[in-house]
């Protein structure tokens, strides 16, 4: 079973839009969680898993698999900072993150065709 771990405020709808589509993607063999909070990810360390965020800043959806690559010093709400200090200690510790970023402006059609080809691709 592969795990998509999916971050996003529902009440922000600049940040919402991957939580509200992931219920309606059946993808067999992948479980969607939708996080509440990034210690959530803790429950996944011991399983094929990777997070599934919308990001500012981006023009196409990227995989990033170093987190020592993202910009840390943006802190816009609790969940920026949260999760980014998790992502952070992961790193510390060498632990294997697999994010996949999706720009915040795509239309939910083409985000569950991102996620879809990403999800099921054998990469």
């Not at 219920?23 to 011991?46: A, H, M, Q, T």
């Not at 959806?61 to 920026?80: A, C, M, R, W």
């Not at 915040?104 to 054998?122: G, L, P, W």
């Amino acid at each position: 079973m592969k795990y998509v771990l999916c971050f996003g405020n529902p009440y922000l709808e600049i940040d919402n839009k991957v939580v509200n589509v992931v219920d309606s993607l059946g993808i067999e063999g992948v479980k969607f969680v939708k996080c509440r909070n990034p210690d959530d990810i803790l429950n996944y360390l011991d399983k094929d898993f990777m997070i599934l965020d919308v990001a500012k800043g981006i023009k196409e959806p990227v995989i990033i698999d170093d987190v020592s690559k993202l910009n840390f010093s943006n802190k816009t709400s609790l969940h920026d900072f949260d999760l980014n200090f998790f992502l952070k200690l992961f790193n510390e510790f060498g632990v294997k993150v697999k994010i996949l970023a999706i720009p915040m402006d795509f239309d939910e059609k083409k985000i569950r065709e991102i996620i879809y080809n990403h999800v099921t691709s054998k990469k």
